[in-house]
């Protein structure tokens, strides 16, 4: 049994069973197929998805549960090319292989709220710690510390783990100079009338102010001292104090990093000025805080079946965790599914192999892939690489699975006429009649930064996969405000052939996936297949 050091850990160890997508090694070690890692897994040791594990020599792999379970409109996965105003029933597990590349070096400081101590401190202090495969995990008992807000909040857990890349050495007028990931995002601003927002750290430079809450700067605390701060430019502002950043350059580095996890308001502040928190820690907390997600719900895969046929649902869909890295549970829910005539789907980051494509391709018809950027770096930060989800989109359109792909459009993150251009260019080469998603985000409680995506943003989106030859391009996420681009027309004579509203289908006029007008042969998946039965093995 792997390192199970929850309640949750344990249950969710029983709930496996022996993999088919690996390889065996010498040294009971094993090669996992199912995402594009390809994590070489030693005895005892776990994969980067954090499910997948060595047990003398075999893969244990997640079977027999589910973590999530929903019925939804089949527009909201997104499809609009399939089987337009039906419903999905979506399941999911646990886990997954993509993780955060946010982090500072140990010699950081963090505002406690009971005043300021390094990382390495930090760290060393915990009681209750772990060692994985590609990080250590720590675990404090009442640690809290000072959020953007500059309110106290409890960390959940810190990480340490072996970096190598650029890090941006950041150089505050009168603060310590503080080396990050180049990606790490920090509250700034350029115009102290204007709040601040969080920009990656590769991206400041002389001319932004970093922002201290004025809990922090009027705490009297550490190297803090008002007047003297003043002397080099500070503004002060409603909530922060802000410093102006003398500059910032970038240099290599090989050595442990670290980050953080902060409850409610995910931010902490390192060098005295506030900085967003890790974005992954929900899917690693769940198999160690049994709090933290809903607990595994024992299923068969016929409950499953007997759930999607009980609500409708033509479509069954293996989704909220990556789908990839829970495969051989998938297929099995599939192989009883196709025969009772339900359309199989994954709703997935992309990042496949050609063993686990072939795996699924007898039981997936449709796929949507979370292309979220055009920048590999981006891609690198979260653990995986840009040209592992490019090579997935041209190998699931060679095979025939109907694919869509989802684009969220973040405010200075993937927003540029450049980067847009290269998604849709690429696209287009791969196939025009490939639906592109061009998403609105939406900021919540738990993430406030970066701004909205408004709607000239999302309709310039628009615009450029249509004029790199796009045939259908979707803005989601704001529905009735984008006009034309929620709904399907003929790429012929540009008749209205699907109308929406969000999520909802407000007339088809498809006959039998043909425009009614020209009788243009529309691509899509139209048509629920009759039931086929595929052999077990």
């Given at each position: 049994m792997p390192p199970a050091p929850s309640p949750l850990g344990d249950v969710l160890a029983r709930y496996t069973r022996d993999g088919e997508l690996y390889e065996k090694l010498p040294g009971d070690r094993v090669r996992c197929f199912?995402?594009?890692?390809?994590?070489?897994?030693?005895?005892?040791?776990?994969?980067?998805?954090?499910?997948?594990?060595?047990?003398?020599g075999h893969l244990r792999v997640p079977f027999g549960y589910v973590g999530a379970l929903q019925v939804d409109p089949v527009e909201k996965k997104p499809f609009f090319h399939a089987l337009p105003g039906s419903v999905a029933l979506s399941f999911g597990m646990l886990g997954c292989d993509l993780h955060c590349g946010y982090c500072f070096t140990g010699d950081t400081i963090v505002e406690t709220d009971e005043g300021p101590a390094t990382f390495e401190d930090l760290f060393a202090a915990c009681a209750r710690t772990e060692r994985r495969e590609d990080a250590e995990l720590a675990y404090p008992d009442q640690l809290r510390v000072i959020a953007a807000s500059g309110r106290a909040h409890r960390v959940a857990g810190l990480a340490r783990h072996v970096y190598r890349g650029s890090l941006a050495v950041l150089d505050p007028a009168y603060?310590?100079?503080?080396?990050?990931?180049?990606?790490h995002r920090v509250y700034s601003t350029r115009d102290p009338a204007v709040p601040p927002t969080?920009?990656?750290?590769?991206?400041?430079?002389?001319?932004?102010?970093l922002a201290i809450p004025r809990r922090v700067a009027e705490g009297g605390r550490g190297p803090i001292d008002l007047v003297r701060m003043s002397r080099h430019g500070t503004i002060e502002s409603a909530d922060f104090h802000l410093v102006p950043l003398n500059g910032k350059r970038l240099e290599a580095f090989a050595g442990p990093v670290y980050n953080m996890e902060v409850e409610e308001e995910h931010s902490y502040t390192a060098g005295f000025f506030a900085v967003s928190n890790c974005q992954n820690w929900v899917t690693s907390q769940a198999l160690r805080d049994p709090a933290a997600v809903s607990p595994p719900r024992e299923m068969t895969a016929g409950d499953l079946v007997t759930l999607a046929k009980r609500h409708g649902a033509p479509i069954i869909t293996s989704t909220y965790n990556e789908p990839l890295i829970t495969s051989e549970w998938a297929v099995a829910v599939f192989r009883e599914a196709k025969a009772a005539g339900l359309v199989c789907s994954y709703v997935s980051n992309g990042n496949g192999t050609e063993e686990v494509l072939d795996y699924i391709q007898p039981y997936v018809s449709l796929y949507k892939v979370d292309l979220k950027s055009f920048r590999d770096r981006h891609y690198r930060e979260l653990g995986g690489t840009l040209e592992r989800v490019l090579w997935t989109i041209r190998d699931l359109h060679r095979r025939g699975i109907w694919v869509?792909?989802?684009?969220l459009i973040i405010p200075g993150f993937n927003d540029s006429n450049e980067e847009l251009r290269d998604v849709a260019r690429?696209?287009?080469?791969?196939?025009?009649d490939i639906p592109w998603h061009v998403t609105a985000f939406h900021q919540d409680y738990k993430m406030t930064d970066p701004a909205n995506t408004d709607v000239a943003t999302l309709l310039r989106a628009a615009e450029i996969g249509k004029a790199e030859g796009l045939r259908f391009v979707y803005a989601g996420n704001l529905p009735g405000r984008v006009g034309r681009w929620e709904n399907t027309y003929c790429p012929a004579c540009e008749a209205l052939l699907v109308e929406r509203y969000g999520f909802r289908v407000q007339q088809n006029r498809l006959e039998n996936g043909s425009c009614p007008d020209c009788r243009r042969a529309v691509p899509g998946f139209w048509a629920a297949p009759a039931p086929v039965s595929l052999a077990t093995d």
């Open positions: 199912a995402c594009g890692h390809r994590c070489l897994i030693p005895p005892g040791q776990l994969g980067v998805c954090k499910v997948r594990f060595n047990e003398q603060l310590p100079v503080v080396r990050c990931t180049a990606d969080l920009v990656a750290a590769r991206e400041l430079e002389s001319g932004h102010y869509e792909i989802v684009t690429f696209l287009a080469s791969v196939s025009p």
